[in-house]
């Protein structure tokens, strides 16, 4: 089995610890020098007979650039992922008279407004219909990025 790799700021968490940190998730590595997401790591892979599959058992530490050629041992700038359309995400406590009714409900964004986003909200046992909130970006945690059909 290969171990988390180490520029990861999340990568080797036990699971004690997610029961009591509250992780920044999910996040994307992004270029120091040009911003782009498309970075590159090399790795070591072997063969594993037990599962008949190649499993990587190294991660080499320098990580390239595919847009600039940028190459560097600590070249991935952390970034968490911006909240977008199709993205899953949780509304955080807002400040509301009377508390938040709708403070730890998920949902999916479904569309852009100039104060925030619209979240279309997964359904409780109790609703009968469909709830979509309007969620300023500072009150959302993003849980997944959007849905891609490439790949």
């Known amino acids: ?5 180490s520029d990861n700021p999340v990568a080797g968490t ?17 270029c120091r020098t040009c911003g782009s997401e498309n970075l590159a790591r090399d790795a070591a892979a072997r063969w594993d007979i037990a599962i008949q599959d190649w499993t990587i058992t190294g991660l080499f530490d320098s990580t390239s650039c595919d847009d600039c050629g940028a ?4 070249l991935a700038q952390w970034a968490p992922l911006q909240p977008g359309i199709g993205a899953r995400v949780r509304i955080l406590e807002r400040p509301r008279v009377g508390g938040d009714r709708f403070r730890n409900r998920e949902g999916t964004i479904v ?3 100039f104060a925030g986003f619209y979240v279309r909200l997964d359904m ?3 609703e009968r219909t469909q709830k979509t909130e309007l969620v300023e970006t500072s009150h959302l945690e993003v849980l997944a990025p959007p849905y891609s059909c490439a790949g």
């Not at 036990?14 to 992004?30: C, G, H, K």
């Open 1 to 5: 089995m290969s171990a988390p790799h």
């Open 14 to 30: 036990s699971a004690d610890d997610v029961q009591t940190v509250r992780r920044p998730l999910p996040l994307r590595p992004l």
């Open 71 to 74: 190459e560097s041992d600590d």
């Open 111 to 113: 569309r852009t407004h």
């Open 124 to 126: 409780t046992s109790r």
